[in-house]
């Protein structure tokens, strides 16, 4: 049987962006966002008898909004996602920003009634059954308030980020959307998205690769300007509210929201830079094998040979599957019934926005998948990518919602970890040297991205925000700054590299999480000591890798790393016996390759 490669969204809510379904679904969130806001502004008292029965009707009706808001913002996700041009679906992302804004509004009142708690009692109310298995999250959310501003002051921030900081995202969304670019072939003109011209980036022909590129490239410059006013005034909020907030430090708030401390970033960040020599040779070796004296940016996802092997989706999801039996029986179950419940928008067509994401529905205990599916390598990875995000929400469904709120860096943990499943028993199952060389050097892709592409991106931001402190950054600057850290972070390996970058990057223009580069970094370094893990011992990795997921969304990640793995996070020795891996990887394939 042929699997659909296009989702099925109408068993959530039938009929699209015009669903009746989902609208009166909207209403019982407004009527929920209403009574939600009343208790909190009526909620008082300093005695645990006196608060005990109006907190935990007011922590219910916090879990009700939070599913209910989860479940109609992946819903709109999804509709503008699949088809760009979907007008009703553009309205609806509008009226979803004001329930959030609303939201967010009474959450900052909930938070500020939680600083009022008196001490004594909040540690008795802590301690309550219906209580006790939410204390992190409400211990976090207080301890953060107090670093804030003024209940009124947060919330009237809140209110003015829907026509502001969040406006410029959409705006940024809004210009990708009309993107669109000639393209020559057998003798037809076409018109592609960027998501479709970004995939010739991986053609076996170089020339296809230059010329994609090439028009990428200036697709993007014609819009810079543009993008210069999105990702300044971007940032410009963000520093604001950080400076009246008394922040001195831009990394204060996506350090915060992946519950990570800064000596464990910079001990990631240490270890991989005393260790890009062998990269360095791997780069060389792969430009002697592509006949080019230096690699140019558009040569980084090429493969080394042009008897390249497409992979339908229906092998790719076999392949994935039977991989992840290898190591959970319940992970490869799961990832079987996203496929035959036509979760997975794949399909490789014109109208949808570029790059890939799961999504998940926490009232329907469902995900989605989108990518746009090329028949590539990289293609299966990008999969199992998401099918490792989809799992990791799965495992938390039957946890409490508070406790499901887990951060970027873990969650790309699931995914990372589920990718390498898939890649390295390819590299195993190998039939031909030839195969087996074409799928090492896909899996040390991954690296590279992870330690220079990267890595390129978190200087290029922290380089970014020291000069936005100063006033407006402008294009020729934005250029210059990204090429810099391009070259800093490849270290000057490269011929050409991709000064446009920041402006074609989705991810620097996220307004959701700051600095939405290095939990990719964390994720894929964290996730390999937990393969090595399984391996040592494959007949109890799925009960130990279950307990760790469950654990994401109500510890740091430092006490997730001490718990689990017994490794200390701040200190540069974990990250090195990850990137060791890795380079076993580069010698194996630079031994291969020898002439």
């Not at 699931?414 to 074409?438: H, P, Q, W, Y």
């Amino acid at each position: 049987m042929v699997m659909k490669q296009v989702w099925n969204l109408d068993s959530i809510f039938a009929g699209g962006s015009n669903s009746p379904e989902f609208t009166a679904y909207m209403e019982k969130l407004k009527q929920n966002l209403e009574s939600l806001e009343k208790q909190v502004n009526q909620f008082q008292g300093s005695t645990l008898d006196e608060l005990k029965e109006p907190f935990d009707s007011m922590i219910d009706l916090v879990r009700k909004c939070t599913v209910q808001l989860g479940e109609i913002s992946s819903f709109i996700g999804c509709l503008t996602a699949e088809d760009v041009h979907d007008k009703q679906a553009k309205l609806l992302v509008g009226k979803r920003n004001a329930y959030q804004a609303m939201f967010d509004k009474t959450l900052t009142t909930f938070d500020n009634n939680l600083t009022e708690i008196p001490a004594n009692t909040w540690t008795l109310l802590c301690e309550q059954p219906s209580v006790k298995p939410i204390a992190f999250v409400l211990k976090e959310r207080r301890k953060l308030t107090k670093e804030k501003l003024p209940a009124a002051q947060e919330a009237l921030l809140a209110d003015l980020a829907v026509d502001g900081y969040q406006a410029w995202e959409e705006m940024y969304d809004a210009i990708v959307a009309k993107i669109m670019i000639y393209w020559e072939e057998a003798n037809e003109t076409k018109q592609l998205s960027v998501g479709q011209l970004e995939n010739k980036l991986s053609d076996s022909d170089r020339s296809i690769r230059k010329i994609a590129f090439e028009k990428l490239a200036a697709a993007w410059t014609e819009q810079t300007d543009l993008f210069t006013e999105t990702l300044n005034h971007l940032a410009g909020f963000r520093l604001q509210t950080y400076a009246h907030r008394g922040w001195d430090d831009v990394l204060k708030e996506p350090l915060m929201y992946n519950r990570m401390k800064k000596e464990t970033i910079n001990a990631m960040w240490q270890a991989i830079s005393e260790n890009k020599s062998v990269f360095y040779t791997y780069l060389k070796r792969k430009a002697e094998l592509l006949g080019v004296d230096k690699l140019s940016w558009y040569d980084l996802e090429a493969p080394i040979t042009t008897d390249t092997k497409k992979v339908s989706f229906d092998d790719a999801a076999r392949t994935i599957v039977e991989q992840f039996a290898s190591f959970s029986p319940k992970m490869a179950n799961f990832a079987q019934r996203a496929f035959d419940q036509e979760w997975i928008e794949a399909e490789d067509r014109a109208g949808k926005r570029p790059g890939g994401f799961c999504t998940s529905f926490p009232d329907s205990k469902q995900t989605r998948i989108f990518m746009t599916y090329g028949g590539s390598a990289s293609s299966v990875a990008t999969l199992a990518h998401e099918l490792g995000h989809a799992y990791h929400q799965h495992v938390m469904d039957d946890l409490d919602t508070l406790n499901q709120n887990y951060a970027m860096n873990v969650a790309e943990t699931a995914s990372t970890l589920a990718e390498m499943i898939v890649a390295d028993a390819a590299v195993k199952n190998a039939k031909t040297k030839e195969e087996k060389i074409t799928l090492l050097e896909d899996k040390i892709q991954r690296s590279v991205a992870f330690f220079m592409n990267i890595h390129a991106r978190f200087l290029f931001e922290t380089k970014f925000y020291q000069e936005r402190k100063q006033g407006t950054v402008p294009t020729e600057r934005l250029n210059e700054l990204m090429k810099e850290a391009q070259q800093e972070a490849y270290g000057k390996q490269l011929a050409e590299y991709n000064p446009t970058f920041w402006a074609s990057k989705l991810h620097f223009h996220i307004t959701d999480v700051p600095f939405y580069n290095f939990p990719y970094t964390f994720g894929y370094l964290f996730s390999l000591g937990i393969y090595a893990r399984a391996l040592d011992n494959p007949a109890s990795f799925e009960s130990f890798y279950n307990a760790l997921l469950k654990d994401t969304g109500r510890m740091n990640v430092e006490e997730l790393a001490k718990k689990h793995l017994q490794v200390n996070l701040q200190e540069t020795a974990f990250w090195e016996e990850g990137i060791k891996l890795c380079k076993q990887d580069v010698e194996e394939f630079l031994q291969l390759t020898e002439k």
